[in-house]
């Protein structure tokens, strides 16, 4: 089993949608979780770390389920400059702690 | 501030050759990581260092493959002798360690011919 599965999409939405993303991981001992944004051929960047409590960054929103083991992020008001493929990070537990896990990553398209 | 720096930013060799790509992580980042990114596999940590030492290289492909990080400020992944197979974007991360996010240098686009 994979640690971070996400779902490959393609996500195509219009401009103005509102998304979400899904991310389930598998180490209950994880400590540590990351959105990353990667535009093609481009290197992936941190978007916004995931808190326990839910954390909000102008249109984007994560949560972190601990008990059902995933993670999500909520896009509103798509812009087109969101066009880009989205990470799931998972940090390992225990002595692994540095290891980063990513998922495979999402695709969304949001269209004029 | 300057981010990661990776050289070169591409890279053309043929087969059999050795290539040698470098990275100086962000300073006073204590944690590096070396990854590769292909459209099959996906982004694949190759290996890290923590202060220097290498912790895990449970990800290099091969003995083909070797890494260095000689001080807190530089690392080279080295591939010797090349195959057409490793032709892929490699990627350098530096974060400040436990936990915290990795900041990513621009990558180096390698092509073995």
């Known amino acids: 089993r994979k640690e971070v599965e996400q779902d490959p999409g393609p996500f195509n939405v219009p401009e103005g949608a509102t998304v979400a993303f899904n991310c389930t991981y598998s180490n209950s001992a994880s400590q540590s979780f990351f959105w990353y944004r990667q535009d093609c051929r481009k290197e992936p960047k941190l978007l916004m770390s995931v808190y326990s409590s839910g954390n909000e960054d102008g249109r984007f929103t994560a949560q972190l389920n601990r008990a059902s083991q995933y993670i999500s992020l909520l896009i509103r008001d798509s812009k087109l400059s969101d066009s880009a493929t989205y990470l799931c990070?998972?940090?390992?537990?225990?002595?692994?702690?540095?290891?980063?896990?990513f998922g495979s990553g999402t695709k969304l398209n949001v269209k004029p | 501030d300057a981010g990661v720096i990776q050289s070169p930013r591409h890279e053309v060799t043929e087969m059999g050759q050795e290539v040698t790509l470098r990275c100086k992580p962000i300073?006073?980042?204590?944690?590096l990581f070396w990854y590769r990114q292909t459209m099959m596999r996906g982004l694949e940590l190759l290996i890290y260092?923590?202060?220097?030492?290498?912790?895990?290289d449970s990800g290099m492909p091969e003995d083909r493959f070797s890494a260095k990080m000689p001080n807190a400020s530089f690392s080279t992944l080295k591939i010797q002798p090349s195959e057409p197979r490793d032709s892929a974007v490699y990627f350098c991360?530096?974060?400040?360690?436990?936990?915290?996010?990795?900041?990513f240098g621009d990558g180096t686009r390698l092509s073995i011919l």
């Open positions: 300073s006073g980042h204590n944690s």
């Open positions: 260092f923590n202060n220097n030492v290498p912790i895990d």
């Open positions: 991360a530096s974060s400040l360690g436990r936990n915290q996010p990795q900041h």
């Open positions: 990070v998972v940090t390992g537990g225990g002595n692994n702690f540095n290891k980063f896990y």
